[in-house]
């Protein structure tokens, strides 16, 4: 069976500093990951995706993962923060077969200091 | 504009009451998911269906039901025999191969 750990539940950071959230996932077999973001009370968006191919993955709003198959993680990068990526970020797996359930680690609450 | 709808946002229910709440896709996906988030437990699976008129049970489907007569919808019925059903609900819904999309979620809270 799949699972995903988020290494922090809380990550308080500066404005304008750098960001990472940890993600480290478990499957016996090869995975889709994903990075979703939840701002309070809404649905989720995702951030970016890595399916096949290079292992650097580029998504929306200037966040970056990298996915690392020996250290089985995929962790969220941000180069410098502002005040509105204040919100929960969630790490998912999936397998490439079959219906595409999507197994969550428990979440990271990302908030932004002035 | 294409899109997951749920409704209704918030819902209140009185303990013994059954209640369903909706989902709505105009996405043409085949896939869709309900999930039950709880503070500082991520999401959980309840329901998924892969194909009209077929539908499995997730990891958490106790106490809870769901249809899929229609491609665009797949309502979720929380029935008195879930002991503790106050949380936030969310739908998605994919293509066989690629990320779900989310709705806006559904907040029940059980009086």
């Known amino acids: 069976a799949q699972s995903v750990t988020q290494l922090d539940s809380q990550v308080p950071v500066f404005e304008e500093a750098p960001v990472e959230l940890r993600c480290n996932y478990s499957?016996?077999?090869?995975?889709?990951l994903f990075w979703y973001v939840q701002y309070p009370n809404q649905g989720l968006q995702l951030l970016l995706k890595?399916?096949?191919?290079?292992?650097l993955v580029k998504g929306i709003n200037g966040f970056e993962a990298e996915f690392n198959k020996s250290q089985t993680s995929f962790h969220l990068r941000k180069p410098s923060v502002h005040i509105s990526d204040t919100a929960e970020y969630f790490c998912a797996v999936s397998e490439p077969q079959g219906a595409q359930k999507l197994v969550f680690g428990q979440g990271t609450r990302l908030t932004i200091n002035p | 504009d294409g899109g997951i709808t749920q409704s209704p946002k918030y819902l209140f229910r009185k303990e013994g009451q059954n209640v369903t709440l909706s989902c709505e896709q105009n996405?043409?996906?085949?896939?869709m998911y309900w999930y039950r988030q709880d503070p500082g437990q991520g999401l959980r699976l309840i329901y998924y269906s892969q194909i009209v008129n077929d539908f499995q049970k997730g990891d958490i489907a106790e106490g809870y039901s769901v249809s899929r007569e229609k491609k665009e919808s797949f309502p979720l019925t929380v029935t008195s025999a879930q002991k503790n059903p106050t949380a936030f609900y969310l739908c998605?819904?994919?293509?066989?191969?690629?990320?779900?999309?989310f709705g806006p979620g559904t907040r029940l809270t059980v009086l």
């Open positions: 996405l043409n996906h085949d896939a």
């Open positions: 499957s016996s077999v090869s995975v889709y």
């Open positions: 890595y399916l096949s191919g290079s292992t």
């Open positions: 998605a819904s994919s293509t066989r191969t690629d990320e779900q999309f």
